[in-house]
């Protein structure tokens, strides 16, 4: 399902890379060759399906979790030296629209907030497994201190330096979803939740861009007339609505021409829905609900507590990024600026979601399944665990 959401990402990507190309040469007099969209798109797909069996069939999740803290260190040190380089005007921090959120290596570019999130991911579900062991969950300077200080650390590098609401919002998403697994109890859980709200409306509401964005919203869902600001949600749901239930086909995108902003990042669902219509947008839905579903089935299935962590991590990263995106395309939120996972066009995002996939597909190697009681496992021909699942039998 992975490789299936990716070859048709790429095939989108060749069909919309060239009007895409066309609209940044003429808008800001770049130079983009008809085809450097998709060269740069299969790039990506290939470096993600290394990352994927990398993560899969060669580095063990028991190497990975030894070296937690110092992937945590590295994805925050790397954030932070961003940060740095775009207060000094470093060329090395490449900005767009006023937002510094990539290392600029020439011909490539590196967005550190996509690997802290897979970073943050490895860190809590080694941090939390620990303190369930060693009994000190919900302990103030055992445990919430430590973990405010790194989840603190990566949302202000990446909300607050950066920028960058959306990937905050999966930050948030991968935090609570995994510390609603950790046992932690409930009045802790809802008191920290109501405060990272009462901050998250605080950040919004002292910000005139973030603002003007919930405005935009507002005033789209009042049907009020378009302006400026509700430009990029109009056009979206103009596209999907454009695509009708078969959609137009590929190739005939007219959102695509210039109409609709980031038609190949953040927008790509729109143009999926003009191009594959209402049912191939309900494929899409379904095989990331499958895939979410799957993720949910291992983790009820994993037996170690730090393996599930991880596994709840990945899936609440990929609800959050699915959900959000979806939900913006179609005028439900504001938009938020968040790419569809594996669809949108970006090399660090496809690499690292890739990568935590992999190793959910890992893990599922590990789980262990129920047997009905007396059956006879050798009589079942053809029905066999994986090399390394346990099976053990009801009392």
Same mark, same amino acid.
């Given at each position: 399902?992975?490789?299936?959401?990716?070859?048709?990402?790429?095939?989108?990507?060749?069909?919309?890379?060239?009007?895409? !190309?066309?609209?940044?040469?003429?808008?800001?007099?770049?130079?983009?060759? /008809?085809?450097?969209?998709?060269?740069?798109?299969?790039?990506? @797909?290939?470096?993600?399906?290394?990352?994927?069996?990398?993560?899969?069939?060669?580095?063990?999740?028991?190497?990975?979790?030894?070296?937690?803290?110092?992937?945590?260190?590295?994805?925050?040190?790397?954030?932070?030296?961003?940060?740095?380089?775009?207060?000094?005007?470093?060329?090395?921090?490449?900005?767009?629209?006023?937002?510094?959120?990539?290392?600029?290596?020439?011909?490539?570019?590196?967005?550190?907030?996509?690997?802290?999130?897979?970073?943050?991911?490895?860190?809590?579900?080694?941090?939390?497994?620990?303190?369930?062991?060693?009994?000190?969950?919900?302990?103030?300077?055992?445990?919430?201190?430590?973990?405010?200080?790194?989840?603190?650390?990566?949302?202000?590098?990446?909300?607050? %330096?950066?920028? =960058?609401?959306?990937?905050?919002?999966?930050?948030?998403?991968?935090?609570?979803?995994?510390?609603?697994?950790?046992?932690?109890?409930?009045?802790?859980?809802?008191?920290?939740?109501?405060? @990272?709200?009462?901050?998250?409306?605080?950040?919004?509401?002292?910000?005139?861009?973030?603002?003007?964005?919930?405005?935009?919203?507002?005033?789209?869902?009042?049907?009020?007339?378009?302006? =400026?600001?509700?430009?990029?949600?109009?056009?979206?749901?103009?596209?999907?609505?454009?695509?009708?239930?078969?959609?137009?086909?590929?190739?005939?995108?007219?959102?695509?021409?210039?109409?609709? /902003?980031?038609?190949?990042?953040?927008?790509?669902?729109?143009?999926?829905?003009?191009?594959?219509?209402?049912?191939?947008?309900?494929?899409?839905?379904?095989?990331?609900?499958?895939?979410?579903?799957?993720?949910?089935?291992?983790?009820?299935?994993?037996?170690?507590? =730090?393996?599930?962590?991880?596994?709840?991590?990945?899936?609440?990263?990929?609800? !959050?990024?699915?959900?959000?995106?979806?939900?913006?395309?179609?005028?439900?939120?504001?938009?938020?600026?968040?790419?569809?996972?594996?669809?949108?066009?970006?090399?660090?995002?496809?690499?690292?979601?890739?990568? %935590?996939?992999?190793?959910?597909?890992?893990?599922?190697?590990?789980?262990?399944?129920?047997?009905?009681?007396?059956?006879?496992?050798?009589?079942?021909?053809?029905?066999?665990?994986?090399?390394?699942?346990?099976?053990?039998?009801?009392?």
């Amino acid at each position: 399902m992975t490789l299936g959401l990716m070859a048709l990402g790429l095939i989108v990507i060749y069909a919309i890379g060239p009007m895409r !190309a066309n609209v940044l040469n003429s808008a800001y007099g770049t130079n983009y060759g /008809p085809n450097d969209f998709f060269l740069g798109q299969l790039r990506s @797909v290939a470096l993600s399906i290394v990352a994927f069996f990398l993560a899969f069939k060669v580095i063990p999740y028991k190497y990975i979790r030894k070296y937690a803290k110092l992937i945590i260190i590295v994805a925050l040190l790397m954030s932070g030296l961003l940060w740095i380089l775009a207060m000094s005007g470093s060329s090395l921090a490449k900005c767009e629209l006023g937002e510094c959120r990539w290392y600029n290596f020439g011909p490539i570019s590196f967005q550190p907030a996509e690997f802290l999130k897979l970073a943050l991911t490895i860190y809590l579900a080694d941090f939390l497994a620990r303190k369930r062991e060693e009994n000190e969950i919900g302990k103030w300077k055992e445990f919430w201190l430590p973990l405010l200080i790194v989840c603190g650390l990566s949302l202000g590098l990446v909300v607050v %330096a950066q920028g =960058d609401l959306g990937t905050g919002v999966a930050l948030m998403a991968i935090i609570f979803g995994m510390l609603l697994v950790s046992e932690v109890s409930f009045r802790q859980f809802a008191l920290l939740l109501a405060v @990272v709200l009462v901050v998250a409306v605080g950040a919004i509401a002292t910000s005139s861009h973030r603002m003007q964005r919930i405005n935009a919203w507002l005033d789209t869902i009042s049907g009020a007339e378009v302006t =400026d600001s509700t430009y990029h949600i109009e056009n979206a749901m103009l596209a999907i609505g454009t695509g009708g239930f078969f959609g137009a086909g590929i190739g005939n995108s007219v959102q695509a021409t210039g109409y609709l /902003p980031e038609s190949i990042n953040d927008s790509v669902f729109a143009i999926m829905g003009e191009t594959f219509g209402f049912v191939g947008l309900s494929v899409i839905i379904a095989v990331f609900g499958a895939i979410l579903f799957r993720m949910l089935s291992i983790a009820e299935h994993t037996e170690q507590n =730090d393996r599930r962590l991880l596994v709840i991590g990945v899936f609440s990263w990929t609800l !959050a990024q699915v959900v959000v995106n979806i939900m913006a395309m179609t005028g439900l939120v504001p938009v938020t600026g968040i790419t569809l996972p594996l669809l949108s066009y970006g090399g660090t995002s496809m690499v690292f979601i890739s990568f %935590a996939i992999g190793l959910v597909l890992q893990l599922s190697c590990y789980t262990s399944r129920e047997v009905i009681k007396n059956e006879d496992i050798s009589s079942r021909r053809g029905v066999r665990g994986t090399h390394y699942s346990s099976r053990r039998r009801r009392a």
